[in-house]
Every structure is written in structure tokens, then in C-alpha cells.
């Protein structure tokens, strides 16, 4: 079953990337077209995050990682560096697991 799924996975992936690349010019020229493709990495990286963030197995809670998203996207909307960013955030998760 294993296998099954991971070669219908492999031959969803050619075909979608085949697709892609048998779409005429115009298509991909339209401005609607490419806000998606602008968008799309955005929205999967999101959507990572808060996979990551919020769940632990199958079970989905709220922890200290949430408290370390949230100040790490204070300190970004601050303008401090990325790896201030990173640091601060990395500082809350841990004092509040420590806790």
C-alpha cells in the first residue's frame, strides 16, 4: 500500500509539472496568472508554519511554540533582523517550556 501511494504521488507530481509546462504563453503571461504564482510559495510556507506550530502527531494544541511565533512576528513587524527574529522567538518557546 505503501508503494501505491508514493508512485500515484511521484506520477500526480510529473503530471502536474507536464501540465504547467504544456500551457501556452498567453496563459502564462496573464497578470492573474502570475499574481498566483507570486502567492502560491507564500501561502504554502504559511500554511507549514502553522501545520508545524500547531499540531504534535495527530493531536492539535496550543503551546509554547505558538507564544514564539507570535513574538518573533512582533519583533519582524519592529524591523529587527532575521535573526533577531529567530533568537527571540527561539528565548520564548524555550522560558516557556521551562516554565
Given at each position: 500500500m505503501l508503494w501505491t501511494g508514493m508512485i500515484g504521488a511521484a506520477v500526480a507530481c510529473y503530471v502536474l509539472k507536464f501540465a504547467g509546462l504544456s500551457l501556452p504563453a498567453r496563459v502564462l503571461a496573464n497578470d492573474r496568472v502570475q499574481r498566483v504564482g507570486e502567492l502560491l510559495p507564500v501561502a504554502?510556507?504559511?500554511?507549514?508554519?502553522?501545520?508545524?506550530?500547531?499540531?504534535?502527531?495527530?493531536?492539535?494544541?496550543?503551546d509554547a511554540r505558538v507564544a514564539?511565533?507570535?513574538?518573533?512576528?512582533?519583533?519582524?513587524?519592529?524591523?529587527?533582523?532575521?535573526?533577531?527574529?529567530?533568537?527571540v522567538a527561539a528565548l520564548t518557546a524555550a522560558l516557556l517550556r521551562a516554565m
Open positions: 504554502l510556507l504559511a500554511t507549514l508554519i502553522v501545520t508545524q506550530t500547531v499540531t504534535s502527531g495527530h493531536h492539535i494544541g496550543i514564539g511565533i507570535g513574538t518573533g512576528a512582533v519583533a519582524q513587524q519592529r524591523g529587527a533582523p532575521f535573526l533577531v527574529v529567530v533568537f
